[in-house]
């Protein structure tokens, strides 16, 4: 059986009683099969250091017996079965085994280690785990809707907050969206600040970083508060590229909830661009990683601008050439404007709304084709009365591989030509969205 993984790693530094407690490794990811389909149920992985990404020497192996794995998810603590006493001022290279398969590659390096062990150097006792505390620091998951807003992040703007916070595509760091923020000069503006309870926190140095990419110097500023004081950092250059930015403060005793801002958004002409948000207990900062509960939003919704004119009895493929949004780079306006492809495996919810034009003669076919070969949903219906258009809605879950595409077809024969109205959100509409 071929095996791949999807990985990210969180790190935990040891509990601070003493010098000679081994440091332990939270390590989660995704294991799938050659199909991309999630692995269910308990497994054996092997997991191995080595000093080279290729070849190398192993410095340190462990096995661990019946991992749960849960839609191909596990989290497993490295480090329980063999001490992780290694030299981490060196490169290392993590791989996973699953059963006895062949390791998987390519091996990770792991950068972050040494930082997980400089947090057991924080003030008290308390065993803080350097995971990002904030909820989608990579600015993926935004409202339904023409104008979008960010669902984990707060704004000051009361009004319009979709004119000075907006999604963006184009210019990304990481993932497959960033955040666009302007000042309107009309008294709104794109800052955004979350809030996170303070209560493991206090004592203890807290670092706030984000990709900032600005045109202009020293904006945008972080900042953290803990309701006692606060520490900013305004850095950007302005150079007009992405730029790493991050401040650091101790937290008060006698905090309850700290908020890290990004303040001074650019301007209409000006705007300021950001993406990989993090926020993490310790003095330094990590790599960005996703909020334990973040959930990755793989979905696209796109429609056709015009009406459409469908010949008499003809199979027509439907085009769309507008987005309402598009967060895995599903559908292309130009190229192939008919087709959703699939950039993730995965069992998805595919759905399309069409509209045909009053005329009460025949019938009326709105059907899902995978890879424009194999019906995988399909409606047939009776034209309605000569003054009412006929709506037809339908949708379907399905499995697909990476590359396989949809595409919608409608046959009609009226007698004549006869068209697929535009109708406001909901006619010509086609897409799909990634189910957990």
């Known amino acids: 059986m071929g095996l791949g993984l999807a990985v990210t790693c969180e790190l935990l530094g040891a509990p601070l009683t003493g010098a000679d407690v081994p440091h332990l490794v939270r390590y989660q990811g995704q ?9 269910e149920g308990p497994y054996t ?34 480090g329980q079965v063999t001490p992780l006493t290694l030299d981490w001022s060196k490169p290392l290279w993590l791989s996973v085994q699953v059963g006895t398969d062949p390791e998987l590659a390519p091996r990770q390096r792991i950068t972050s280690v040494p930082l997980a062990i400089v947090a057991e150097r924080l003030a008290d006792s308390q065993n803080i785990s350097p995971v990002n505390l904030l909820k989608d620091g990579s600015f993926e998951s935004w409202g339904e809707g023409p104008y979008p807003i960010l669902r984990e992040w707060s704004t000051v703007s009361t009004v319009s907050p979709w004119d000075t916070i907006k999604r963006e595509t184009g210019i990304v760091r990481i993932g497959q969206t960033a955040a666009k923020l302007i000042d309107d000069s009309a008294g709104h503006y794109g800052n955004v600040h979350q809030m996170v ?21 020293k904006r945008p500023c ?6 006692i004081g606060g520490t900013s950092s305004c850095t950007h250059s302005g150079s007009g590229a992405w730029e790493y930015l991050s401040v650091t403060r101790m937290i008060d005793p006698q905090a309850t909830q700290v908020v890290f801002s990004i303040n001074g958004a650019g301007d209409v002409q000006n705007p300021t661009y950001l993406d ?30 015009a009406a459409l004119s469908i010949a008499n009895a003809a199979d027509t493929a439907l085009t769309f050439n507008s987005e309402d949004w598009d967060t895995d780079a599903i559908h292309d306006i ?22 045909f034009a009053a005329n009460a003669t025949g019938r009326r076919v709105v059907y899902l084709s995978l890879n424009d070969a194999t019906t995988i949903a399909r409606i047939t219906i009776p034209a309605g009365p000569a003054t009412d258009a006929t709506e037809v809605n339908l949708g379907v879950h399905y499995q697909m591989a990476v590359n396989d595409y949809v595409v919608c077809r409608v046959i009609q024969d009226s007698g004549g030509a006869l068209n697929v109205e535009r109708t406001l959100n909901s006619s010509p509409v086609f897409g799909m969205v990634k189910l957990p």
């Not at 294991?31 to 692995?39: E, K, N, R, T």
């Not at 192996?61 to 749960?68: A, F, I, L, Y």
């Open 31 to 39: 294991a799938v099969d050659s199909q991309g389909v999630p692995l």
């Open 45 to 78: 992985l092997t997991f191995r250091l080595y000093d080279a990404e290729t070849a190398g020497t192993k410095v340190w192996e462990e096995t661990q017996t019946n991992v749960p794995l849960d839609k191909g998810r596990f989290s497993v603590l490295l």
């Open 197 to 217: 309870d303070a209560a493991l926190l206090r004592g203890h140095a807290v670092t706030f970083s984000v990709w900032a990419r600005s045109t202009v110097p």
């Open 222 to 227: 972080l900042d953290i508060g803990d309701g």
């Open 276 to 305: 990989g948000a993090m926020a993490v207990a310790g003095p330094m900062p990590f790599a960005f990683s996703p909020n334990p509960q973040d959930t990755v939003d793989i979905s696209v919704h796109v429609y056709n601008s």
């Open 334 to 355: 130009v190229t192939n404007p008919g087709r959703l492809t699939a950039k993730t495996a995965g069992k998805y919810y595919i759905f399309a709304n069409v509209r």
